[in-house]
């Protein structure tokens, strides 16, 4: 070993989902919306000052600030972006998980959070899903250093009741709550509601499912002004962290059109629960899922195997190697097509 490599970090990476190239490929992977931006997205970027790019962005992104602000009434001082909303947890861990206690997240849950907490050194616990993938709120009682946990969780797509939610932060106002929303536009109820009632609840939400940007990387918080005071001066010590200024101006355009944002999100509510129908039909079963994307384990034939078979049509599902994942795909929503093409090769194959 050369000296140097004594001195390196070593981590265990988290692993994104593949993002294959090709245009005739159905990529129900990563849990993207099927539908294009909202059409003013594709007007501004047309209109887009190119000269601005000389400048450098806004450092308090204060447009979409505004934007994200007014649309959630909220004041300017409760809101914080960054790029996406794996950037805003990173700075959440970074800002709020500095005890000596554990983090608490549920042992199957977005797998980043256990990275970010090893990579930031914060002790955490798991608390294990029972059999049937569900959250306890009583498991979150006991001492800890801080909780998270997304609400539908992933890769499940169950959804928590909001008085679920209320209890975990009821029996938790010492630390900071985060409520990782990022697919609560599927029809779960937000923890935005309770901003007002806990001083130490953060909520985070994103552009990349329900508003169609994961491209641009997009991600906010919603919490007391001085959370969010806590997280931009985090921010601010990280400067590499700013949006860039297309994702600003873009973010902000996105906001203005909830026609759109609202008709997308209910086509693709009404896709997952004809596809739910036609998954159990096919002899699937899967958690109940209020996201856009079904985590489903086929009665006969394994999961790996349909992943492969699936693979080689050119349609993109996710498959998790690991202990309580591995017998289930994560599929997400796409347009009805798609889901058709899916479904049309599987009555062919199973
Ligand atoms: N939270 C959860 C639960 C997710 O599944 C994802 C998407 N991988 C994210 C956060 C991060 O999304 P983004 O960084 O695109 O906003």
Redesign the pocket.
């Known amino acids: 070993m050369r000296a140097w490599e004594s001195n390196i970090r070593k981590v265990v990476p988290y692993v994104p989902g593949e993002q294959p190239k090709g245009d005739r490929l159905i990529k129900l992977n990563?849990?993207e919306n099927p539908y294009p931006p909202a059409p003013g997205v594709a007007e501004a970027l047309k209109h887009m000052d190119i000269d601005r790019f000389r400048k450098y962005p806004d450092p308090t992104a204060s447009d979409l600030v505004h934007a994200l602000a007014e649309y959630y009434g909220v004041g300017d001082d409760q809101v914080f972006v960054g790029v996406?909303?794996?950037?805003?947890?990173a700075m959440s861990f970074l800002t709020f998980f500095n005890s000596e206690k554990p983090v608490l997240f549920p042992d199957v849950?977005?797998s980043?959070y256990k990275v970010w907490a090893d990579l930031f050194a914060i002790p955490y616990e798991t608390p294990a899903l029972d059999a049937n993938f569900c959250i306890h709120p009583e498991d979150y009682y006991r001492e800890n250093g801080g909780v998270i946990f997304?609400n539908p969780n992933?890769p499940t797509g169950l959804l928590l009741s909001l008085e679920a939610v209320e209890d975990m932060i009821r029996h938790n106002q010492d630390v900071v709550v985060i409520v990782?929303e990022?697919?609560i536009d599927f029809g779960g109820k937000s923890a935005l509601e309770l901003i007002k009632k806990y001083e130490n609840l953060l909520v985070?939400q994103?552009?990349?499912?329900s508003r169609s940007m994961?491209g641009m990387?997009?991600?906010f918080a919603i919490g007391h002004p001085d959370l969010i005071k806590a997280l931009n001066d985090v921010k601010y010590s990280y400067n590499s962290y700013t949006m860039n200024m297309p994702s600003l101006i873009l973010g902000t355009e996105t906001v203005k059109d909830d026609v759109y944002f609202k008709e997308t999100v209910q086509k693709i509510i009404d896709t997952r629960e004809w596809s739910k129908t036609r998954l159990t039909e096919l002899g699937f079963t899967f958690p109940d899922s209020m996201s856009n994307f079904i985590f489903a384990s086929h009665n006969r034939v394994s999961a790996k195997e349909l992943f492969e078979a699936l693979k080689k049509q050119q349609i993109y599902v996710r498959y998790f190697d690991q202990p309580r994942l591995s017998n289930y795909l994560r599929i997400s929503i796409g347009t009805r097509e798609e889901m058709e093409a899916l479904f049309a090769f599987l009555e062919k194959y199973l």
């Open positions: 990563t849990n996406g909303s794996d950037d805003v947890i849950s977005y980043f997304p992933a990782d990022a697919y985070v994103t552009f990349s499912k994961a990387r997009i991600g």
